[in-house]
């Protein structure tokens, strides 16, 4: 007790220089005076650019989000139908933390398979999550707790906000090689060499299919290689599923490079959405599940991912978890659902086939194959960043500065002029 007045009094200064230090600062400036503008969002400012435009041909290429034949968003027959089911008879009480259980049971299905061993073990923690980025967020968090020290390899480029998400999460990013220039296609050695070479018991970032921004995914045998090299190298996957049916047309075999990474026998981390497969971008629902060694581990990974959530948003939305329920929950609208993301599919299919023969019509000697060679929603035109600026200035076709097409936005009207203006650009 006899310490306990100095100490008392060290607390009584600290805190009076504190108040000092607030005092100040509010006087000079009021409490935020010392926060600056963050930078803009390099996606949302392309869309900013492109609403500036008055030229009633502007096309915009930057935004991901899926449009017609007509430039038009669309919401999928299937999601109508499952609110027609849904509307009226909804409380509007809490989801668990969790989630629907029955959305993420019929989600772990989607992405592993329907008779996947780790299932049927019921080894696999789920929880329904704010979509991709939620999802990614919430595993990022798990791994700062419970993978201490250990770093995330990510792919060189990806998504841009992958870097943002592990970085609130203080998880060390380490990058590996995957993207080469000179064919516009994967760098399967340098992919190799840099994960044969990375730390054991870190964690590897894989995009499932339709690799955003490159469009650019493994074969299956490549997958196969590297699923096995990251055994032998203790490598954690962490698969990032944002487009599941959006790259082939076909959900199952969307998600192979998991079905290849499971049979090897890998526990591994899978991140879903449905934002562009079902089109519910703004409804937020997707699922992260952790495929665990057995039951009770299961269940103390998906208790402790519920302890994350609840201090982050409490529960999940309940709208998007309960179409989502309704449409894998019902054979013929499952059905229905597939048909749709597949005419989505094709739709970019034909538009990349589209491009390609113009570019290769207008007279450019550049090589064009990637176009049709890639898959998904983007194409990585290879295209500079200076080119990129006389797209906007010159012709008022929008996109990322990184030379990324969201071919959601070629249509039949406009890719024509899309590639005349990328032939004057390059030539
Ligand atoms: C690779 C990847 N992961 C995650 C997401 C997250 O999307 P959302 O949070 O809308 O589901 C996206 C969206 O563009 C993406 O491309």
Same mark, same amino acid.
């Given at each position: 007790m006899?310490?306990?007045?100095?100490? @008392? %009094?060290?607390?009584?200064h600290?805190c009076?220089?504190?108040?000092?230090?607030?005092?100040s600062?509010?006087?000079?400036?009021?409490?935020?005076?010392?926060?600056?503008?963050?930078?803009?969002?390099?996606?949302?400012?392309?869309?900013e650019?492109? +609403?500036?435009d008055?030229n009633?041909?502007k096309i915009?290429?930057?935004?991901?989000?899926? %449009?017609? =034949?007509l430039?038009?968003?669309?919401?999928?027959?299937?999601v109508? /139908?499952?609110?027609?089911k849904?509307?009226?008879?909804?409380?509007?009480?809490y989801?668990?933390?969790g989630?629907?259980k029955? #959305?993420t049971?019929?989600?772990?299905? +989607?992405?592993?398979? =329907?008779s996947?061993?780790?299932i049927q073990?019921?080894?696999? @923690?789920?929880?329904?999550?704010?979509?991709?980025?939620?999802?990614?967020?919430?595993?990022?968090?798990?791994?700062?707790?419970y993978m201490p020290g250990?770093?995330?390899?990510i792919?060189?480029p990806?998504?841009?906000?992958h870097?943002?998400? #592990?970085?609130?999460?203080?998880?060390?990013?380490k990058?590996?090689?995957?993207?080469?220039?000179?064919?516009?296609?994967?760098d399967?050695e340098?992919?190799m060499?840099?994960?044969?070479?990375?730390?054991?018991?870190?964690?590897v970032?894989?995009?499932?299919? @339709?690799?955003?921004?490159?469009?650019?995914?493994?074969t299956p045998e490549?997958?196969?290689?590297l699923?096995?090299l990251?055994?032998k190298?203790?490598?954690?996957?962490?698969?990032?599923?944002?487009?599941?049916?959006?790259?082939?047309g076909?959900c199952?075999r969307?998600?192979?490079?998991i079905r290849?990474?499971?049979?090897?026998?890998?526990n591994?981390?899978?991140s879903?959405?449905y934002a562009?497969?079902?089109?519910l971008?703004?409804q937020?629902?997707?699922?992260?599940?952790?495929?665990? /060694?057995?039951?009770?581990?299961?269940?103390?990974?998906?208790?402790?991912?519920? @302890?994350?959530? %609840?201090a982050m948003?409490?529960?999940?939305?309940?709208?998007?978890?309960?179409?989502?329920?309704?449409?894998?929950?019902t054979?013929e609208?499952?059905q229905?659902?597939?048909?749709?993301?597949?005419?989505m599919?094709?739709?970019?299919?034909?538009?990349?086939?589209?491009?390609?023969?113009? +570019?290769?019509?207008?007279?450019?000697?550049?090589?064009?194959?990637h176009v049709?060679?890639?898959?998904?929603m983007?194409?990585?035109?290879?295209?500079?960043?200076?080119?990129v600026?006389l +797209?906007?200035?010159?012709?008022?076709?929008?996109?990322?500065?990184?030379?990324?097409?969201?071919?959601?936005g070629?249509?039949? %009207?406009?890719?024509?002029?899309?590639a005349?203006?990328?032939?004057k650009?390059?030539?």
């Amino acid at each position: 007790m006899r310490h306990a007045a100095p100490a @008392a %009094r060290q607390l009584q200064h600290t805190c009076q220089q504190f108040r000092t230090i607030c005092s100040s600062s509010v006087s000079a400036s009021g409490w935020f005076g010392n926060v600056e503008q963050a930078p803009k969002d390099p996606i949302l400012g392309v869309t900013e650019a492109y +609403l500036a435009d008055d030229n009633p041909e502007k096309i915009n290429l930057g935004v991901g989000a899926y %449009r017609d =034949d007509l430039s038009k968003p669309v919401v999928l027959n299937v999601v109508r /139908a499952a609110e027609e089911k849904v509307m009226g008879k909804l409380f509007m009480e809490y989801l668990p933390i969790g989630g629907l259980k029955s #959305f993420t049971e019929k989600s772990v299905k +989607l992405a592993y398979g =329907d008779s996947a061993q780790c299932i049927q073990d019921a080894r696999v @923690a789920a929880v329904q999550s704010l979509s991709g980025t939620g999802s990614c967020r919430l595993f990022a968090e798990f791994m700062h707790r419970y993978m201490p020290g250990a770093a995330v390899y990510i792919p060189k480029p990806t998504w841009a906000n992958h870097h943002n998400i #592990f970085r609130d999460a203080q998880v060390e990013q380490k990058g590996f090689r995957y993207y080469k220039p000179d064919t516009r296609g994967l760098d399967f050695e340098g992919l190799m060499d840099d994960l044969q070479a990375a730390d054991e018991g870190s964690v590897v970032l894989l995009h499932a299919c @339709a690799h955003n921004p490159t469009g650019v995914d493994p074969t299956p045998e490549q997958w196969q290689q590297l699923s096995k090299l990251m055994l032998k190298k203790h490598l954690y996957p962490f698969f990032d599923m944002a487009y599941q049916g959006f790259a082939s047309g076909d959900c199952d075999r969307d998600g192979q490079a998991i079905r290849i990474f499971l049979d090897d026998g890998h526990n591994l981390g899978c991140s879903q959405s449905y934002a562009k497969n079902m089109g519910l971008y703004g409804q937020r629902i997707g699922c992260l599940s952790l495929v665990c /060694a057995d039951k009770a581990e299961a269940s103390a990974v998906e208790s402790q991912i519920k @302890a994350i959530a %609840r201090a982050m948003y409490s529960n999940p939305p309940v709208h998007g978890a309960l179409l989502v329920d309704n449409i894998l929950g019902t054979p013929e609208i499952k059905q229905q659902w597939y048909d749709e993301v597949k005419g989505m599919a094709e739709r970019i299919i034909d538009m990349r086939t589209l491009l390609q023969q113009n +570019l290769e019509k207008s007279g450019s000697s550049l090589p064009w194959k990637h176009v049709t060679e890639q898959i998904g929603m983007f194409c990585f035109s290879g295209i500079s960043p200076e080119q990129v600026d006389l +797209l906007a200035k010159e012709h008022s076709i929008y996109m990322t500065r990184n030379g990324r097409i969201s071919m959601a936005g070629v249509t039949s %009207r406009n890719v024509d002029r899309l590639a005349a203006a990328l032939h004057k650009v390059t030539s």
